[in-house]
């Protein structure tokens, strides 16, 4: 199957800092990303939708001001969480999508805001 | 009407019997459908893709899908304690701008 990295795999912050996480597909070009948040025991939530080149599409609830997404190539997008709080303490989750639509996800970011 | 819906679970199988993971959607022309399994902590990975109604066989996993009713369904032969994770149902929705939509999962708990 095909390979999404996502970088950092865990991230520890202070409150009010902003952060980065990249997502890259490594062996497939990829001009749908999408990025996900997961709280403990809780379902997958999707926050954006993410086209290369273009704009993201956020999910009704979701800042599109807090939650920066750049998606600059067929292979790498970018989430960023500015003015971090605690309340965004989560898992955070990239995934590509491939041929016949399959969405391939990375392996997770950790965020803790302190 | 969820657009995909799943029993929450947990779901309790005894090793070495078949896990049967049911999932329904909504959306009547959905062409793609897939399972994923998610161990706790870690991402969901990729376990079958199905698109054409009938069985599609991979290893233990067997993926059912019955477009009239609308129903997709996982058997896992031989279960394993390995197998214990959270199973999500996937479907594309094509009123959703063709995304793939994620059920909540279905816990599946292998008792040893």
């Known amino acids: 199957g095909a390979v999404v990295s996502q970088h950092p795999s865990r991230v520890i912050c202070k409150s009010g800092t902003s952060v980065k996480i990249e997502c890259r597909s490594l062996?497939?070009?990829?001009?749908?990303m999408f990025w996900y948040r997961q709280f403990p025991k809780k379902s997958l939530m999707l926050m954006a939708t993410?086209?290369?080149?273009?704009?993201?599409?956020?999910e009704q609830g979701v800042e599109k001001d807090k939650f920066l997404i750049n998606h600059a190539s067929l292979t790498l997008s970018t989430l960023t969480v500015t003015s971090a709080h605690p309340e965004d303490s989560s898992f955070y989750i990239c995934?590509?999508?491939?041929?016949?639509?399959?969405?391939?996800f990375g392996p997770g970011t950790r965020l803790t805001v302190l | 009407q969820k657009e995909v819906e799943q029993n929450s679970g947990p779901l309790s199988v005894p090793e070495g019997a078949i896990a049967s993971l049911n999932c329904t959607y909504s959306?009547?022309?959905?062409?793609?459908f897939f399972w994923y399994r998610q161990y706790s902590g870690k991402s969901p990975e990729l376990i079958m893709s199905?698109?054409?109604?009938g069985d599609k066989e991979d290893g233990r996993f067997t993926a059912q899908l019955n477009k009239a009713s609308q129903y997709v369904s996982l058997l896992i032969r031989d279960s394993q304690p390995s197998d214990s994770a959270t199973y999500l149902c996937?479907?594309?929705?094509?009123?959703?701008?063709?995304?793939?939509?994620f059920g909540k999962g279905t816990r599946l708990h292998i008792l040893p």
């Open positions: 199905i698109y054409s109604n």
């Open positions: 995934s590509g999508r491939g041929a016949a639509d399959t969405q391939y």
């Open positions: 959306d009547r022309g959905s062409q793609s």
């Open positions: 062996d497939f070009q990829a001009t749908t």
């Open positions: 993410s086209n290369e080149g273009s704009k993201a599409t956020y």
């Open positions: 996937a479907v594309n929705i094509r009123g959703r701008d063709d995304k793939i939509i």
